[in-house]
């Protein structure tokens, strides 16, 4: 049994383009880009992912991958998943962002431990709510929802098109900033809760100098601190969910940018 050349690269433009485009997003976006989970797994499901998604992936143009415009093509589908990834990845991290204020106002930005998904450190406070935003994900089935995406991107962004245009990259960096916006709205409650006792504190300093602020702010603080993670956690949901749209929408009009 043999095959032409020609059979060759059709092999290569329907199972190892969309591979690298499948590959590259699974190495960034949460749970699947965990560093837990090692680069054989990855490998293996990007390759599982490829196998089922082809029946449903037009057949690309065949173009040699030993060639500029091969690797054209490749560097082209890792930007395509590498620009996915991203936009996932900042649901999680406006997460991160608000756990991060939340620990400043509570005293606790230097209680740290190491983030697994990441490998650098950040606050107990922000792990909390990775952690719940993690369940929330997948509760949700966010994880079949990134699946879907991937796999009908290969309509929308077929092999070949032109991506990284003005527009495209501005959605991208818009959406990055946005997630400082949200881990701000997200922490907002808990920040002003804890700058009214910081507040409080201070009139109380100013009226009985002799207290002990040091011995008694802290304490204070932290317990006013867990008291609004307590009324925080919540709506945590409401705002993953919006944070899920937004990506989606996102994902929709970089879609709908390219030519």
Do not use: C
């Not at 329907?14 to 699974?26: D, K, N, S």
């Not at 962002?97 to 230097?110: D, E």
């Not at 245009?165 to 400082?180: A, H």
């Not at 702010?217 to 932290?222: D, E, I, K, Q, S």
Request: charged residues 5%.
């Amino acid at each position: 049994m043999s095959f032409s050349y020609t059979e060759f690269l059709q092999w290569v433009g329907l199972y190892f383009y969309p591979f690298v485009r499948i590959g590259a997003m699974l190495s960034l976006i949460p749970l699947y880009g965990n560093r837990a989970v090692t680069t054989r797994t990855k490998v293996i499901l990007a390759l599982f992912i490829t196998i089922a998604a082809v029946p449903s992936i037009a057949v690309p143009p065949p173009v040699d991958p030993f060639t500029w415009k091969g690797v054209l093509f490749i560097l082209q589908q890792v930007l395509i998943g590498l620009a996915m990834g991203v936009i996932f990845l900042v649901i999680f991290q406006a997460f991160v962002v608000a756990g991060h204020l939340i620990a400043m106002g509570m005293g606790l930005a230097f209680a740290q431990m190491t983030d697994p998904t990441s490998g650098v450190s950040t606050p107990v406070v922000s792990q909390y709510f990775v952690i719940i935003v993690t369940l929330l994900f997948l509760a949700l089935n966010g994880h079949i929802l990134v699946l879907h995406v991937v796999v009908d991107s290969f309509e929308y962004l077929p092999i070949g098109v032109e991506f990284l245009n003005q527009q495209s990259l501005r959605l991208i960096f818009e959406f990055g900033s946005y997630m400082f916006s949200a881990g701000v709205l997200i922490a907002l409650p808990a920040i002003t809760a804890l700058l009214l006792v910081n507040v409080a504190f201070g009139v109380v300093t100013r009226a009985a100098p002799a207290l002990n602020i040091f011995a008694v702010g802290f304490p204070v603080t932290l317990l006013a601190g867990l008291v609004m993670l307590t009324l925080t956690t919540p709506v945590i949901l409401p705002h993953l969910q919006e944070l899920v749209h937004r990506a989606i929408e996102t994902l929709t009009h970089l879609q709908l940018t390219s030519p």
